[in-house]
T-cell receptor, first 109, second 113 residues
């Protein structure tokens, strides 16, 4: 079964607001990856975090890997309608990549 | 992504029939994967390949088989389709395996009636 849990499952955001989605694992991960899937589309790789406490930014998106390498977060500032979609985290443990169930984001204009 | 082509894009088949889905890549990636996506379950790994003729099972491999005779092609076969196999199937490739980002194909929507 899945080793990686994501919360919340759904996120309804007012355009312009910030939100955060979280990813948690019961085991230590060697890396964490984040993907975005637009409605009707396929997952697209966004970023990979490897180091404990690592923080990376892509424009309005901030990705963080926890100190214990068991959790991660994705924070989006000033949400836009282009941010609509499902965000998946995926963690590597024992040479296997496990995907979380995703956070589906809708935006109110 | 233009480097990964899945065929067919949509298929409706009857229960009990065999079905083969094809994934073709021009990325020259060593690693290839088949996932299924169902609401509430995210992406679940069916089978994967780490080279020509080298394949292994994922977490939901029952009822599925795969073959990889060339670097470019990874075939997924449903030996006798069941309604529980109605899903969206994604192929993915990776240059260096699970420690490197995956590139996904556009998916095949399979309906078993």
């Amino acid at each position: 079964g899945q080793q990686v849990m994501q919360i919340p499952q759904y996120q309804h955001v007012q355009e312009g607001e910030d939100f955060t989605t979280y990813c948690n694992s019961s085991t230590t991960l060697s890396n964490i990856q984040w993907y975005k899937q637009r409605p009707g589309g396929h997952p697209v790789f966004l970023i990979q975090l490897v180091k404990s406490g690592e923080v990376k930014k892509q424009k309005r998106l901030t990705f963080q890997f926890g100190e214990a390498k068991k959790n991660s977060s994705l924070h989006i500032t000033a949400t836009q309608t282009t941010d609509v979609g499902t965000y998946f985290c995926a963690g590597t443990n024992d040479y296997k990549l496990s995907f979380g169930a995703g956070t589906t984001v809708t935006v109110r204009a | 992504d233009a480097g990964i082509t899945q065929s067919p894009r949509h298929k409706v088949t009857e229960t009990g029939t065999p079905v083969t889905l094809r994934c073709h890549q021009t990325e020259n990636h060593r690693y290839m994967y088949w996932y299924r996506q169902d609401p509430g379950h995210g992406l679940r790994l069916i089978h994967y390949s780490y080279g020509v003729k080298d394949t292994d099972k994922g977490e939901v491999s029952d009822g599925y088989s795969v073959s990889r005779s060339k670097t470019e092609d990874f075939l997924l076969t449903l030996e006798s389709a069941t309604s529980s196999q109605t899903s969206v199937y994604f192929c993915a490739t990776s240059l260096r395996g699970e420690n490197y980002g995956y590139t996904f194909g556009s998916g095949t929507r399979l309906t078993v009636v």
